[in-house]
C-alpha cells in the first residue's frame, strides 16, 4: 500500500486539535492522490463518524468544517449544534473558529462535494471552493481564506475522540504479566520449542502486510531481544515502495554466535494496492509450498517459474510455510483501502486453502495511542487498542484471538523489559498456533497407509 502523508505541518496540526478535546486525526481522503471529485469524496468519507476538512490554498491557508455528524447522501439538510468552520494562517497563532448562526446549522448532505452553506467544497469536481459568508456561518473572506477560492489540497480526517475512548479499562483485556521472571520464562520456553514432527526443527513463519507496517523490524526486534542488544540485519524504514525487495528467512540465535533458535522468520515484500506492485500471489503460494529460497528477488511482473533461479523444486515439510503471520500498523486501519483488504481477502483464503493457521500482529501501538507511548503496559488496557483491535479482527475476517498488538524496537538504543515482554508472547503464540499446522500434517498422515510413517516421523 502506498503510505498517503497528510498535509497538515505539525504546527498546524497542534493547532486544530487545540480545536477539540482528547482527539485522534485519521486521514481519509486526500484528494491529490484520490481525486478532487464529489464521489471519491463520498467512497471515502460516507459514515465515518465526526470528520474535519482541511482544504489548503497558495494564501497560505488552512481552512475548513468540522462536523460531528455522517456523510451520507441523504439529501437532507442535516443539523449538528457541534458543526463549526475554521481557518489557521501563518499570521495567527489561534485558529479561527465560526460557530453558525443559529448553533445548529451543519451541512447539506447531497450527492456534491461538502456544502455547509457559506463554504462549499469540491464544486463541479474541480480544486474549487464556493465562499458565500453569512449562509449559515458568518466570517470575513479575507479572515478565512484570504480570498483565494483555488485549493492547493483538499483533506478530510476522521476525528476520533479520545477523551472516552482513550480512557484505561478497569480491567485489562488479556492478561500479560510484564517481569523479568516471565520474559525469561517465554524465552525459554521459545528456545525449547520443539515441533511434533520430528522431520522438522524449526518452525516456518511467513511475515506479510502493507509497505511499512513493520515486518522486517519484527524480525530485527527478536533478534534483538535474543541477542541481548539492538540489531537491524534486516532492512528496515520508511518509503513509499517497499523497502524489502526480496523474500529472506532468517533465523534468530540465541546470543551472538549462538544456536539457532526453533525459528524462522520469513520477510516478504510489503503489499501494494495495485495488481502490478508489491508480493504477488502466485509467488505466495510458492513460498506457502516451499519453493522459493532465500535472496529471492522478488518481481511482481514476473512470479517464480519452476525453471527460474531460486526454485526450489522438491520442498518437504520442513521448507513450507507453518504459519501466516499479518503484518498491519495499527495508525494505518482504518485508510486499509478496499483494494488492500481484497488482497488480503484472497491471501486468507488461499491460506486457508492450505490449512495454514494465521495470527495478525497489530503493530505500532505507541504511535496508536498516546497511553500506550507513555506506558506499553497500558496496551490492554487502552480501550483505543482495544477497539483497533476489533475493527481489524473485522476488516480482515480473522477472529480478536489472533490479534496481537504489538510494539518493535524502531528507534531506541537499549533493549526495554515491557517491549520484549509484549514481543516475546506475540513469538509464544505465533508456535502455538504453528502447533496447529504440524497436528493438522498428523492427522493427514493418520491412515492405515500411513501409520508406519507417522510412528516414525512423530517425535516420541
Ligand atoms: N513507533 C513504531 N515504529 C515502528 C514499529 N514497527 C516499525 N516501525 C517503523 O516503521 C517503519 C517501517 O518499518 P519496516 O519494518 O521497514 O516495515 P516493513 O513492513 O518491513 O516495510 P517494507 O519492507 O517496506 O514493506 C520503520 O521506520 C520502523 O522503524 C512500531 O511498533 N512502533
Ligand atoms: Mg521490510
Known amino acids: 500500500m502506498s503510505v498517503v502523508t497528510s498535509n497538515l505541518s505539525v504546527e498546524n496540526e497542534k493547532k486544530l486539535l487545540s480545536l477539540f478535546g482528547h482527539v485522534r486525526l485519521h486521514l481519509l481522503y486526500k484528494a491529490s492522490v484520490h481525486g478532487y471529485t464529489a464521489t471519491t469524496f463520498h467512497n471515502r468519507c460516507d459514515h465515518q463518524g465526526p470528520t474535519i476538512i482541511a482544504a489548503y490554498n497558495n494564501e497560505g491557508f488552512v481552512f475548513g468544517a468540522y462536523t460531528a455528524k455522517d456523510y451520507a447522501k441523504t439529501q437532507q439538510n442535516i ?42 467544497f469540491l464544486v463541479d469536481d474541480e480544486p474549487d471552493i464556493q465562499s458565500n459568508p453569512g449562509t449559515g456561518f458568518t466570517f470575513t473572506p479575507e479572515q478565512m481564506h484570504g480570498d483565494d477560492l483555488t485549493l492547493t489540497e483538499f483533506e478530510v480526517y476522521r476525528v ?17 504479566m510484564w517481569t523479568d521472571e516471565i520474559k525469561l520464562q517465554l524465552k525459554q520456553d521459545i528456545q525449547s520449542y520443539k515441533p511434533v514432527i520430528k522431520s522438522v526443527s524449526q518452525a516456518k513463519v511467513l511475515l506479510v502486510g502493507p509497505v511499512g507496517s513493520g515486518k522486517s523490524s519484527f524480525f530485527n526486534s527478536i533478534n534483538s531481544v535474543f541477542r541481548g542488544n539492538m540489531t537491524s540485519q534486516a532492512v528496515s524504514g520508511s518509503a513509499v515502495r517497499s523497502l524489502t525487495t526480496q523474500f529472506r ?20 515484500m510489503g503489499l501494494e494496492e495495485t495488481a502490478d506492485n508489491g508480493l504477488d500471489m502466485e509467488d505466495l503460494v510458492s513460498i506457502f509450498k ?23 523444486k522438491d520442498p518437504t515439510l520442513k521448507d513450507k510455510i507453518h504459519c501466516m503471520v499479518y503484518v498491519i500498523d495499527s495508525t494505518k486501519i482504518a485508510l486499509l483501502s478496499d483494494k488492500i483488504l481484497e488482497k488480503l481477502a484472497a491471501i486468507r483464503k488461499k491460506t486457508n486453502q492450505m490449512n495454514i493457521p494465521q495470527l495478525v500482529l497489530m503493530t505500532k501501538v505507541d504511535g496508536a495511542c498516546p497511553l500506550v507511548a507513555e506506558d506499553l503496559k497500558n496496551v490492554y488496557l487502552s480501550s483505543y487498542i482495544q477497539k483497533k483491535a476489533q475493527e481489524l479482527s473485522s476488516k480482515l475476517g480473522i477472529p480478536l484471538a489472533c490479534v496481537l498488538p504489538l510494539k518493535n524496537y524502531s528507534q531506541e538504543i537499549d533493549l526495554d523489559l515491557d517491549v520484549d515482554v509484549l514481543l516475546m508472547n506475540a513469538v509464544k503464540q505465533i508456535l502455538n498456533y504453528t502447533d496447529s499446522f504440524f497436528d493438522n500434517q498428523e492427522e493427514e498422515m493418520d491412515t492405515p497407509h500411513n501409520a508406519k510413517a507417522k510412528y516414525e516421523e512423530r517425535v516420541v
Request: charged share 20%; with cysteine.
Open 79 to 120: 443539523t449538528d449544534e457541534k458543526a463549526f468552520l475554521y481557518s489557521m494562517s501563518a499570521g495567527s497563532d489561534k485558529p479561527l473558529k465560526v460557530a453558525s448562526n443559529d448553533g445548529q446549522s451543519g451541512f447539506t448532505d447531497g450527492d456534491g462535494g461538502p456544502n455547509y452553506g457559506a463554504l462549499v
Open 160 to 176: 476520533e475522540d479520545l477523551g472516552g475512548g482513550g480512557r484505561l479499562l478497569a480491567k485489562p483485556w488479556r492478561k500479560i
Open 249 to 268: 528467512t532468517y533465523s534468530v540465535t540465541a546470543g551472538k554466535g549462538g544456536k539457532p533458535l526453533p525459528l524462522i522468520l520469513c520477510d516478504t
Open 290 to 312: 516451499g519453493h522459493v529460497q532465500d535472496r529471492y528477488q522478488f518481481s511482481p511482473s514476473a512470479p517464480l517459474q519452476a525453471d527460474s533461479n531460486g526454485y526450489k
